[in-house]
């Protein structure tokens, strides 16, 4: 059994940050699936909003207010605030510690226009921020390697809950196949979210949802899992990203007949109208024929911003669309369409980023979340661009901070490790001793295709109806699934058959998610309830597990500090 | 038709060496290498490991040997690679490997943080906000700083696979974006550390590692920068440096006392050990083997043709230069 005051499982924006912040105050362990620097905080792109006023007149207010409206309402507006007032700070410490952010004539940071937000506010480092922010943290993480012990290529099998509080994890080693206990005062879980689910997705492969699927068995609620953010510009047939910086820097989306579409959706804001409008504009079109050759995608249009601005503002975009599709955008249009994106939905915590359980806000002792996976709530039903990369940042150094408090006073409260290991060993053991004989891959293709087609961009009561039969049966076939390799060096087929039976389990608590929710706020859209309802559904979804695995909804209020819900028009 | 595709297989844990075994993939359009690994793993042979994470190219998990060559796997299309119906591919090299295409990556971890790659800022300075920095500035860290530790330049190294103490490419090109960077205090004690034995004056460049390289961050350009700012910083007492410096004066000539326009063999070693009684006696076990072998540089080079020009176009380099430093 290992022993340390703090365990932080995942080694993104979030959980470095955390790290840092506790490091040489109490002795840190960070376990990731990857290495650090894989982490997908490193594939976000186009920038960290902050209210830093560098490019043009901006407020903190400003930023509050347009993340508030962008949320759909359903944002809390006292985490908000929060987040918008501590943005400013957090950045100039990042760039303090060697963040190599793009500049302006002044040699001030840049910062450039994005959806949804009144001001240019996008800090940026070309269109490679969450790159720059990463490898800054990661080298920050270097520097404190004395009082940080790093377990990379271990993957979470349990949380460690007794007495209702949180007493370390349990893990497998990737390398050699042997699970393992943490002990700890403290546990932080960092794990980002769960993209994965759908077909046609911007999310790395490990976005399965591992920390909140494993916080959700250990009887923590999980809450506004239905909300999925879905990016308008995926590179078709692929899903990976493309920047919104395309449009903040003047790109157009046209359709089939060539037209600028958003005219019609967003007449104002035109492109850079939040992520929700512009997906469903897409959507739209797209539906109704308006494609590009009547095909499922639309144009992303570039050209006319020049080969120079393209290659010093858009570097990695134009090298992506020449290696996945074989387009230069300095030539040609590039072929986008809808893809799944940001968790806007996780475990339940407040502020602090102190796990909650329900609208009481009953505190899980020493359990923590930060980051994609947890829910503070700071985006509600829609994220604005730029600001995931901020609730990492803001998210990671205020539960640093909290956390740390928290173990300075804590102990090692005691954990039976032998049920423990029994415990996490069974996770392992259902699926190498069991002689199964169904294909996980199917399994896993008919999920991703079950999400994109009945839980996407649109939803319908038939739709969710048929996904929920679906995935039942689904998660019956997965009882008998297939492992093929026995061994324990390196077994990468378990630790994909372990992140199938969390998107598994999380695909059925977004679906409850949505059937339930009878209105479209966000990134939530019913065709059949095309309007929000603020009288029935202002509130957070909060999923319990209940029994074998069947879900129990409950709610919680929305925090209304000072907007009060009106009808979100750009 | 498929492609044949030969995947390396190894267990470190029971097989003495790794070999290669054949699949046949049906290589859907526009697939990429990564989606074709998926293919063998998900459809044919589900103990067949390699890592994976972002699959557009920006985490660095999926780098291995294609044909002989590193590349990410995510980032290349197969069609691209499949040569005759075939392609091989291979684990990174100069790394040992733990199964299949999974090397150990700890030794490239270690070389790493053996540059103290992190920013050490002059704490002396206090700023409220951000501290400033020119774009033109910010320019010179900007391609070190797309570096994506996929280990593809490490595992081509040329020099790593006889010395595995050298620093390498992608720690190089990490030490670069710190020397560079205007806000970092350390400069002097960096240049000192990365010209000591193992450092920048080791590699030789032979160009793999920025040919390799997936990422702007091109190790070479960054290392001959690293050299370029040693050298113009004084940090020349080193043999490295001194070879480079023995190498102008043999060529360029000496500054204001004429001469150049050819290669010394014989000047360039003793010049770049320090002239030095101990630095002669270093170099004798070699000479004598190359005297033995016949190997030896004539004692008076031969006088090339039209040597003038070659002092000339020294000459116009060195006043490019100056009119470049105004």
Redesign the interface.
């Known amino acids: 059994m290992r022993k340390h005051d703090v365990v932080i499982v995942g080694s993104g924006l979030a959980g470095l940050r955390a790290a840092i912040e506790m490091a040489g105050r109490v002795d840190v362990a960070v376990v990731t699936k990857v290495y650090p620097s894989r982490s997908h905080s490193g594939a976000a792109q186009g920038g960290v909003a902050a209210a830093m006023a560098n490019s043009s007149e901006d407020s903190v207010e400003s930023h509050f207010f347009d993340t508030v409206k962008g949320s759909d309402y359903l944002g809390d507006q006292d985490a908000i605030e929060m987040m918008t007032k501590d943005a400013p700070v957090t950045i100039t410490e990042l760039e303090k510690m060697g963040c190599v952010f793009s500049r302006d004539e002044q040699g001030r940071i840049a910062q450039r226009e994005f959806g949804g937000h009144s001001h240019p506010r996008a800090c940026y480092a070309a269109d490679r921020t969450g790159h720059a922010l990463l490898h800054t943290l990661f080298e920050q993480s270097m520097k404190y390697k004395k009082n940080i012990t790093f377990y990379s290529e271990f993957y979470l099998l349990t949380l460690i809950m007794e007495e209702g509080t949180a007493r370390g994890i349990t893990m497998m080693n990737i390398k050699n196949g042997d699970v393992e206990v943490i002990h700890a005062k403290t546990v932080l879980f960092a794990t980002g979210g769960y993209g994965r689910a759908f077909k046609i997705t911007s999310n790395a492969f490990a976005c399965t949802g591992d920390g909140i699927m494993t916080a959700y068995r250990a009887g923590v609620p999980v809450e506004d899992m239905e909300f999925v953010q879905f990016h308008p510009t995926g590179l078709y047939g692929q899903g990976i990203l493309m920047s919104e910086a395309c449009r903040g820097e003047g790109g157009y989306l046209l359709n089939g007949k060539g037209e600028r579409f958003m005219e019609k959706y967003a007449k104002s804001k035109m492109e850079l109208a939040p992520r929700d409008i512009v997906s469903r504009a897409e959507q739209t079109e797209i539906n109704e024929g308006r494609g590009i050759d009547g095909k499922d995608f639309i144009n992303l249009e570039l050209r006319h911003l020049g080969r120079e601005k393209i290659l010093e503002r858009l570097p990695q975009i134009r090298q992506l669309a020449i290696d996945f599709l074989g387009v230069d955008c300095i030539d040609h249009p590039i072929p986008i369409q809808p893809t799944a994106h940001y968790s806007m939905g996780g475990i339940p915590v407040d502020v602090d980023c102190h796990v909650i359980t329900d609208a009481e806000k009953t505190k899980v002792p020493g359990f923590y979340a930060a980051g994609e996976c947890a829910c503070v709530s700071v985006h509600g039903a829609n994220r604005l661009g730029t600001n995931s990369l901020l609730d990492a940042s803001v998210f990671g150094r205020r539960a640093g901070k909290a956390a740390l408090e928290f173990t300075l006073k804590a102990k090692h409260e005691k954990i039976s490790e032998a049920d423990e290991m029994r415990k996490a060993k069974k996770r392992l053991d259902d699926l190498l001793v069991t002689p199964g004989t169904e294909s996980a891959n199917d399994i896993r293709t008919e999920l991703k295709e079950t999400m994109s087609t009945h839980v996407g961009v649109y939803r319908t009561e038939e739709g969710l109806r048929f996904a929920q039969g679906k995935l039942k049966a689904l998660r019956h076939r997965f009882k008998n699934v297939r492992v093929t390799d026995k061994g324990k060096l390196f077994n990468t087929e378990i630790i994909e058959a372990l992140e199938l039976s969390n998107m598994l389990e999380y695909s059925e608590v977004i679906v409850a998610g949505a059937m339930a929710r009878k209105e479209s706020r966000g990134g939530h859209a019913r065709v059949d309830y095309p309007k929000r309802d603020d009288v029935n559904f202002l509130r957070h979804t909060l999923a319990h597990r209940i029994g074998d695995g069947a879900v129990r909804l409950k709610y919680k209020p929305v925090s209304i500090t000072k907007y009060q819900p009106e009808e979100r028009k750009y | 038709m498929g492609a044949k595709f030969f995947v390396s297989r190894y ?3 029971v097989d003495a060496k790794a070999h290669l075994q054949e699949f046949t993939v049906v290589v859907p359009k ?1 697939a ?1 290498l990564l989606d074709c690994l998926n293919i063998i ?3 044919q ?3 067949f ?13 999926c780098a291995v040997r294609v044909n002989g060559h590193a590349r990410l796997a995510c ?3 197969a069609a691209d690679v499949i040569v005759d119906g075939e392609v091989t591919i291979e684990p990174l090299g100069n790394l040992p490997v ?3 295409l ?1 090397v150990d ?1 700890e030794p490239f ?1 270690e070389s ?2 053996r540059v103290k ?3 050490v ?1 002059d704490e002396t300075k206090k ?1 409220d ?7 033109h500035d ?1 320019l010179k ?2 391609a070190a ?5 996929c280990g593809s330049c490490y595992s081509d190294c040329n020099v790593l696979n006889v010395d595995k103490m050298f620093l390498g490419p992608a720690s190089l090109a990490k030490a670069q ?2 020397v560079f ?1 205007t ?2 205090s350390e400069k002097e004690a960096r240049l000192d550390f990365l010209s000591q034995v193992n450092g920048m004056w080791d590699c030789t460049h032979c160009a793999e590692c920025s040919t390799r390289c997936p990422t ?1 961050a091109k190790p070479l350009e960054r290392i001959i920068e690293l050299r370029q700012e040693a050298v113009n910083s004084g940090f020349t007492n080193n043999n490295g440096a001194r070879h480079v410096l023995g190498f102008r004066e043999s060529i360029g000539g000496f500054k204001g006392k004429g001469g150049g326009g050819m290669l010394n063999e014989n000047y360039l070693p003793l010049r770049s050990v320090g002239l030095s009684l101990g630095g002669m006696l270093s170099l004798l076990p070699v000479g004598i083997r190359m005297i033995m072998r016949g190997k030896n540089p004539p004692m008076i080079p031969h006088i090339i043709d039209k040597i003038g020009e070659v002092r000339k176009m020294f000459r116009r380099f060195d006043e490019y230069r100056k009119e470049g430093e105004k």
Request: hydrophobic share 30%.
């Open positions: 267990n470190s844990e526009g990429t793993k998900w459809e042979d589900g103990t490991s390699f890592r994976m994470s972002c699959r557009s190219a920006i985490c660095g998990s980032k290349t299309q733990i199964r299949d999974i990556l971890w790493l943080e790659p992190w920013l800022p700023f906000r951000e501290r400033l920095q020119s774009h910010q860290i900007d700083s797309t570096c994506i530790m974006r710190f960077d806000r970092d702007e």
